[in-house]
Nanobody, 123 residues
Framework: VQLQASGGGLVQPGGSLRLSCVASGFILDYYAVAWFRQTPGKEREGVSCISHTDGSSTYYADSVKGRFTISRDNAKNTVYLQMNDLKPEDTAVYYC????????????????WGQGTQVTVSS
């Protein structure tokens, strides 16, 4: 059972990135998936989550509403986080996580975690 996060990088303010979270060893359809981010010395922060199966329910932290979009492609066992209009304060290591049942932005609810991908927003 593994989650693999990718797609991070260095981008200028106002730019975009798309993060991917690919599951292996289990069927991601049955799991809610969330993205979290963390900077040194701070607690892990919930960014966005999407409900299991059809992804009909999505949630966003206030800090990213209107700029980030979470989506899922069950055929590819993958969840995406499209990040637009990036700001320096979005700089962090981004982690994806999965849990059976309903999703939340509470890290303790999640059973499986990816390894993290670095996002740096700087001019």
């Amino acid at each position: 059972v593994q989650l693999q996060a990718s797609g991070g990088g260095l981008v200028q303010p106002g730019g975009s990135l798309r993060l991917s979270c690919v599951a292996s060893g289990f069927i991601l359809d049955y799991y809610a998936v969330a993205w979290f981010r963390q900077t040194p010395g701070k607690e892990r922060e919930g960014v966005s989550c999407i409900s299991h199966t059809d992804g009909s329910s999505t949630y966003y932290a206030d800090s990213v509403k209107g700029r980030f979009t979470i989506s899922r492609d069950n055929a590819k066992n993958t969840v995406y986080l499209q990040m637009n209009d990036l700001k320096p304060e979005d700089t962090a290591v981004y982690y994806c996580a999965a849990t059976p049942g309903s999703g939340t932005l509470i890290a303790g609810w999640y059973h499986y975690w990816g390894q993290g991908t670095q996002v740096t927003v700087s001019s």
